[in-house]
């Protein structure tokens, strides 16, 4: 097992952006690493967000519940990425989101006062946390806007896009995805039907490539020229 530190500076978090190796160090010294196996939860939506996260390994996903008991994907953690941002808020809130993981998943773990004392001594911290943010508010902006105005075939040629080069694994020929056709088709506002409708006929354009349980993004460009002509 790699060491934490050593670990961290392969994956070059947005999060430490502009911090020496010194200081990185000394913000992952308080932090407890801990593993979770496929499926478990990490935080829970309605609950008291006291602690705050980083993927070291595997992958998870946020997902809000409906009343009806469906999970609605919101976002994805590959390797690097924060989550439980609500810990570094000068009141305590609640977790907006649940977070699981999606595969065998390690993370840094900090608790809110530990993580809130970090940001009050590396401002870096709280520029580069603000920063992630507006990357949200980005996203939301633009998925709001692609539910208004894009054809089901757009929203869902981008979301394939941006999975692939968010969580995809790097394989020969292209990027490849462990994700359900239920997930996808939740994430792009589309049906099951439309979702397998499109990805049978992208595998015979040869954009992408189905397996069991996976697919392999063969062609991003194509994605994306699909996202944004249709």
Not at 40 to 59: C, D, I, P, Q, T
Not at 81 to 108: H, K, Q, R
Request: one cysteine or more; charged letters at 20%; hydrophobic letters at 45%.
């Amino acid at each position: 097992m790699l060491p934490t530190v050593t670990l961290v500076k392969q994956l070059r978090p947005r999060f430490f952006e502009g911090l020496t190796p010194t200081e990185i160090a000394s913000i992952i010294a308080p932090a407890a690493r801990r593993s979770f196996p496929a499926q478990s939860v990490m935080s829970r939506e309605g609950y008291a967000a006291n602690s705050f996260f980083m993927v070291l390994r595997g992958r998870a996903r946020g997902f809000c519940m409906t009343p009806q008991g469906d999970k609605v994907p919101v976002r994805w953690f590959p390797p690097g990425e924060i989550f439980g941002g609500a810990a570094m808020l000068p009141e305590s809130v609640d977790y907006l989101i649940c977070t699981e993981a999606v595969t065998n998943t390690t993370v840094l773990a900090w608790d809110r006062t530990t993580i809130r004392s970090l940001r009050a001594r590396y401002e870096r911290l709280a520029d580069n946390a603000a920063m992630i943010a507006y990357d949200y508010l980005v996203l939301y902006r633009s998925l709001h806007l692609a539910a208004r105005c894009d054809t089901a075939p757009q929203r869902f040629a981008l979301v394939l896009a941006n999975l692939a080069t968010g969580i995809g694994r790097q394989v020969d020929g292209g990027f490849e995805l462990d994700v359900r056709n239920e997930e996808l088709a939740n994430e792009a506002g589309v049906t099951i039907f439309t979702a397998s409708r499109l990805m049978s006929r992208w595998a015979l354009e040869g954009i992408i490539a189905k397996g069991r349980g996976k697919i392999v993004v063969l062609s991003l460009s194509a994605l994306y020229s699909l996202a944004g002509s249709l």
